[in-house]
């Protein structure tokens, strides 16, 4: 997996094999396009959030993975030009798993240079976000309920001034 290099003058360290750490990282999708936006290599994590095993998807446009509507607008293609333009970028949005669903998601898109700064692919990695989405969302909504609540009380409160205001007028008049 790793070996140990020694260096009389260093402190012992230890390099990883990237690869093998990063196909097993299994909460984070981790994957490389090439230049032409085809797959080209797949974590357990992609697998785990998005549905599709690694042979099923190595090789096949990384488009798959954006709802219709973001395919038919050009998102994936201006996201990774925004990528090539700032050598890495942030973004949320909707993306679609395998059996179709649609999670929440964070993405980091990042472009991979040569040594003559020719892009050469993408390094993409993915969050599911959707449990932070779904509170974000109840959050909203509580707050929309408290507001309407509030609206509500403040109209009963002037409702309640204006009888009060009426009952001490007729209140006067009876005595």
């Not at 012992?12 to 990063?22: F, K, M, N, P, S």
């Not at 488009?63 to 333009?85: C, I, N, T, W």
């Not at 909707?94 to 990042?110: E, L, P, S, Y």
């Not at 050469?120 to 976000?129: A, D, E, P, S």
């Amino acid at each position: 997996m790793g070996r140990v290099i020694s260096d009389k003058n260093q402190p012992l360290v230890y390099e990883l094999d990237y690869q093998t750490a990063i196909e097993q990282v299994s909460k984070s999708a981790i994957y490389l396009l090439d230049a032409k936006c085809h797959v080209v290599s797949w974590n357990s994590g992609a697998q785990a959030i998005k549905g599709y095993s690694a042979e099923e998807v190595i090789g096949q446009l990384f488009f798959k993975f954006y709802p219709e509507q973001d395919q038919s607008a050009g998102k994936p293609m201006e996201l990774l030009h925004q990528a090539v333009r700032k050598g890495s970028i942030s973004e949320e949005g909707w993306r679609v798993r395998k059996d179709g669903t649609q999670f929440w998601a964070h993405i980091v898109t990042t472009a991979l240079y040569d040594e003559q700064k020719k892009v050469t692919g993408f390094l993409k990695i993915v969050h599911n976000y959707s449990e932070n989405k779904r509170l974000d969302n109840q959050r909203i909504s509580l707050v929309e309920t408290i507001q309407q609540q509030k609206k509500i009380i403040n109209e009963q409160k002037v409702v309640i001034k204006n009888l009060q205001k009426r009952l001490v007028k007729t209140t006067k008049f009876s005595h």
